[in-house]
């Protein structure tokens, strides 16, 4: 029986195995464990240790293709990597310069909420957060919630200790000789530059249109790169189509929009100046990234409400195309159940006997939509059908596709 089991394991659960036995192997942990919904592995170090999570989803694509040997080197190195680190036990004092922000998809971590507590986190930009690691030679360590309140400081001086340290680092940068004409600036991190994160450093990309040529636009389809062009809008559209690509196979994908400066030097989503193709594809790539978060965040939140026995229908958004190939949310209102709605494009009110669309924001603005709190991205918590006089001015807004 138990050769059968192993014989239909599947090649996500023989991989995280095959990290089980090497976490077990290293002899550094007292206990460890492969939690399948989260696809990662669960391990303490000891008894008074709060343990750590290994993720296996981007190390899982990194890895295929690879031969036996190759795979192999790449899990004992990530194994020893995360199981070495020894952050939990570090003070103020110690972990204070190590310190660094990063960006992550809003959902990123949220699965492990149950046993560890949140990451400390805080919105940065629409379906991103900021948290702060732990920089270490060779891994980083997320900092937690709880090890806030350990240390004595509040999150807002993590925050900030966090940004200081990498500003020295992106300051460098800035020593470059200015652009003779419109160039395109590439920065692959190779392990400890945290070039994506520097966009969350306040007047960073502002100051990286004198090395472009123009108003700076940035790409960071991964986690690794960031890429910056000059604002010129056939060069914006190609870069999308390419950055979605990018986004859709990377191991450790982060967002496939483009981000610019407003009048003020803060990071924004780049929205185009006119409708047409170039609005198109920039809004395509808000839907792509706002699919792949919900998802997340719906996983993690279907799990807890198991746990907790909550009878709450977590919606998913619904990604549709049109027939000239542009792409549009969907948030489903039924009759039947409570639901925790997603942000979308159009809310469909489905009954028996009928599926209204109708944009979001009549919606919101007639049904009195709130964003319940804690949840990013926002979800708003719908507990019975809308009334007569409510669906009769709903289907007055209502349009068709």
């Keep these: 029986m138990q050769l059968l089991r192993r014989l239909w394991r599947s090649r996500e659960e023989r991989f995280a195995w ?6 077990r192997a290293t002899g550094r942990v007292t206990h460890a464990r492969y939690d399948r ?40 190195a990530l194994v020893a990597a995360v199981t070495s680190s020894s952050t939990g036990r570090l003070g103020w004092a110690e972990v204070a310069p190590r310190l660094r922000p990063v960006l992550r998809g809003a959902g990123f971590g949220q699965s492990s909420h149950a046993e ?31 090890q806030v309140q350990e240390w004595g400081v509040e999150p807002a001086e993590v925050f900030a200790t966090a940004r200081t340290n990498l500003r020295a680092l992106a300051d460098g940068l800035l020593a470059r000789p200015a652009a003779d004409g419109k160039v395109v600036l ?54 999308l189509e390419l950055v979605e690509r990018h ?69 998913s958004l619904i990604v549709a195309e049109r027939p000239d190939g542009t792409l549009f949310s969907v948030a489903v209102w039924t009759d039947y159940c409570v639901t925790l709605l997603p942000r979308a494009d159009l809310v469909c009110f489905q009954s028996a006997g009928e599926a209204v669309m109708v944009p979001w924001p009549a919606v919101a603005r007639t049904a ?34």
């Design 37 to 76: 919904k989260a696809f990662a592995i669960r391990f303490h170090r000891d008894a008074d240790d709060a343990g750590g999570w290994i993720y296996l989803h981007s190390s899982f694509r990194e890895c295929a293709g690879m031969g036996r040997a190759d795979r192999a080197r790449r899990i004992n």
């Design 368 to 401: 009195g939509l709130r964003p319940e709190p804690d949840l990013v991205p926002d979800r708003y918590l719908v507990r019975t059908w809308p009334d007569k006089a409510t669906l009769d001015h709903l289907r007055a807004e209502a349009v068709s596709l």
């Design 18 to 23: 095959a990290v089980l036995r090497a976490v």
């Design 186 to 239: 590439r920065l692959v991190d190779t392990g400890d530059a945290y070039f994506t994160s520097m966009v969350l450093l306040d007047g960073f990309l502002a100051s990286l249109g004198d090395l472009v040529g123009g108003r700076p636009v940035a790409f960071i389809h991964d986690r690794d790169n960031l890429t910056v062009i000059a604002d010129e809008p056939a060069g914006v559209a190609t870069m």
């Design 116 to 146: 560890t507590g949140p990451l400390l986190s805080r919105p940065a930009l629409p379906y991103l957060v900021e948290l702060v690691v732990v920089d270490e030679p060779t891994s980083m360590a997320y900092v937690l919630a709880a």
């Design 247 to 315: 986004y859709t196979d990377a191991a450790r994908s982060l967002s496939p929009v483009a981000y610019t400066c407003d009048d003020r030097g803060a990071v924004v989503p780049y929205g185009a100046a006119e409708p047409g193709p170039l609005a198109d594809r920039v809004h395509r790539s808000q839907v792509v990234l706002a699919a792949a978060e919900y998802q997340s965040q719906k996983e993690a939140l279907d799990a807890r409400y198991e746990r907790e026995g909550r009878d709450v229908f977590v919606g």
